[in-house]
């Protein structure tokens, strides 16, 4: 059996492999951007899709096909594709669906800390948790055995310490392969018009009982046996904190966090004398125990922020009333020294805009000097909430709003917003600036559509921003790099500020740290296109 | 059962191999046959920010996260990040500081990461064949003689004195 030292997506990547993937799909996302990386380093079909919405649903696809489908996102990543992920939950699938929701609590790289347990019970899905990379790849196994077994899509929920911490893993050799896909017509349980989606519901809430009671007996729960004093119910990476900071406790980790085994938990809370649920983020479990009449003590809310460690573990189980130390406080980051943006942003600062911003490395130009950003909510976001400043905003207020957007975050979900401005444009007209670095810099330099490559950065076709500009009707389109003439950019975007027309500017430079890699993919395409003319397949 | 965990936090800003050296120590204690935790942030860090990993081994690791004034060593390759770090390690741990080695001596500037390794070899028991097997897995092969030799260095240069 190989051991290695594996990450925890590095791990879910290599369960994929293992267990014979067809089709893994996503969105790049901190901390989740790894798992396709690697699948398809090991020899996995892996591809980006352009928004997290259109990755679940052709996940989904393959999983009607009868394939084994895995899809990653970060947290709000699964926000973007919640509409297919409920009523996926009434169609159920053939083939085993996994669905990878990385949560970033305590917000390492991320906009918020929502808790992504919610969505397991607001959908109506059976959800997993590790708390190691070795259970990363056991339960991304099971999560696909289940998914086949209950025919429903599973989730996997990790966190940033589960995602990116190392810890050793043994691969299982030899197991057998998933069914090949085929199509199997079943219209009532796939085509969700309301007269089919009412038994759906109704299924749905039978298959869940089915799997609670599943649950009740599975053994990928662990229960430890320890101190009648002191039980802990716990989950996730926090399980083990909680045998570090308690190591003579008893102890319930949870790995199916939902639908959950009620009856043994009832039995756990009932075997010690102080039961207390320890679970990083919102009280969900905390909340449902305690709603199915079972006496818990839960954490106090000042542990609802942030990451859990041993030391904060400690602090609950003591009921220590002290405040917390001040973590120490590091270097922020900053836009690169070099970055293409910084002549948009000093351009931005010069001209007293007010600036709808985005998800992504530019994000940065909030920060001193420029305080460049007045709004940031939402990958896409910068597109309407521009929109709705220059529709209500006083005219000459009105006139100095700009959105600025990224090339990858266009291409996610900036696209609809585009429809939207040229659909109801503001009386003052509006400036939305494209910042194209030709990469998903934040996130590591992934491909996009727009860059014209796959995941593998193979050659595709390239989708074009300022040809998507003016095909939905945008008469003002200009693409300009900004570094090569920075006066020359700020004096165009005081012109298109003056005037009330919708202006699509396109900021092109690639990214200082991507540049190299992307003249290497580029030349290799080029060495590529060369061998295939010689060879007569052109 | 701690004890007999080592805890070592590596620190620096983005850029500078924090995370490729605590790679190479993580994977030189499991080629040891240790058990091993390493926990990273990364991400924004990317961007020229604070960059801290912890990496534990012993017979079992649980957490794999070091509890604030609870580090054995801490390894630090940026100057700006001894004072915001050095509250996490333990009285009488060892703070191994960039400066522990003299720059100019170094084969080439961007493996001090490498060489503050072999410092911090000294003081751990991990076989010599790991670390080079550890060295050689987390770099490509042309730059294996020059962190072979940064890690050399390390290794002859004295430890410092533990933290009071």
Partial sequence: ?538 | MSSRIVNVVLAGVGGQGVIKASDILADAAFRAGRDVKKAEIHGMSQRGGSVTTDVRFGDEVLSPMITPGEADFLVVLDPSEIAVTRSLLRAGGLLVPPDAIEEARLPNKKSLNVALLGILARALDLPEEAWRAAIHAALPERLHALNEAAFRLGRETALPRPNP
């Fill in chain 1, 1 to 538: 059996m190989e051991r290695r030292l594996l990450s925890g997506d590095e791990a879910v990547a290599a369960a994929a492999k293992d267990g014979g993937v067809h089709l893994g799909t996503g969105y790049p996302g901190t901390p989740s951007t790894e798992i396709l990386e690697t699948f398809s380093t090991l020899g996995g079909r892996a591809q980006w899709a352009p928004n997290e919405k259109v990755a679940l649903e052709v996940a989904l696809g393959a999983a009607f096909g009868g394939a084994r489908a895995l899809v990653t996102m970060k947290h709000v990543g699964l926000n973007v594709a919640a509409d297919p992920l409920f009523t996926s939950a009434y169609t159920g699938v053939q083939g085993g669906l996994v669905i990878v929701s990385a949560d970033d609590p305590g917000m390492a790289s991320s906009q918020n800390e929502q808790d992504n347990r919610h969505y397991a019970e607001a959908a109506g899905l059976p959800m997993l948790e590790p708390s190691d990379s070795q259970e990363a790849y056991d339960l991304a196994l099971a999560a696909f055995e289940l998914s086949e077994r209950w025919q429903l899509p599973v989730i996997l929920r990790m966190t940033t310490r589960v995602c990116h911490s190392k810890s050793i893993v043994a691969r299982r050799a030899g197991l057998p392969a998933p069914k090949a896909p085929a199509f199997v017509r079943d219209i009532k349980a796939r085509v969700m018009i309301p007269a089919y989606a009412r038994p759906a519901h109704r299924a749905l809430r039978k298959k869940l009982e089915g799997l609670r009671i599943y649950n009740e007996s599975s053994p990928l729960n662990v229960w430890r046996e320890g101190s009648k004093a002191l039980g802990v119910i716990t989950s996730g990476v926090t399980a083990r904190h909680v045998r570090e900071a308690a190591p003579e406790a008893s102890l319930l980790e949870l790995k199916t966090v939902y639908p959950l085994p009620i009856d043994k938990l009832r039995a756990f809370a009932g075997s010690v004398e102080r039961c207390v649920v320890v679970e990083e983020g919102d009280p969900i479990l905390e909340v449902a125990i305690r709603a199915a009449g079972i006496p818990v003590e839960g954490k106090p809310a000042a542990f609802r922020f942030g990451e859990l460690s041993v030391e904060r573990v400690r602090r609950i189980l003591a009921r220590d009333p002290r405040p917390e130390p001040e973590p120490p406080k590091g270097k922020a980051p900053a836009l690169c020294p070099a970055c293409p943006y910084h002549p948009v942003y000093a351009a931005l600062h010069k001209l007293d805009c007010i600036v709808a911003g985005d998800i992504g490395c530019y994000t940065l130009g909030v920060l001193p000097p420029y305080q460049g950003i007045d709004a940031c909510v939402a990958m896409g976001a910068s597109v309407g909430m521009g929109l709705g400043l220059r529709h209500v905003l006083p005219e000459q207020e009105a006139r100095r709003v700009v959105s600025i957007i990224g090339d990858s975050t266009f291409v996610h979900s900036g696209l609809s917003g585009l429809v939207e401005m040229v659909y109801n444009p503001p009386p003052t007209g509006h400036v939305l600036i494209v910042l194209d670095n030709g990469t998903t810099a934040m996130t590591g330099q992934q491909e996009h559509p727009g860059t014209g490559r796959t995941l593998a950065h193979e050659p595709t076709t390239k989708v074009s921003i300022e040809g998507l500009a003016r095909a939905v009707g945008v008469r003002s389109v200009d693409v300009v790099d900004p570094v090569a003439d920075p006066a020359a950019f700020e004096k165009l975007l005081a012109e298109r500020l003056a005037a009330p027309v919708l202006s699509v500017i396109v900021a092109r430079r690639p990214c200082i740290l991507a540049a190299p890699n992307i003249r290497r993919y580029e030349q290799a395409a080029e060495a590529k296109r060369a061998a295939g003319v010689e060879a007569g397949n052109v």
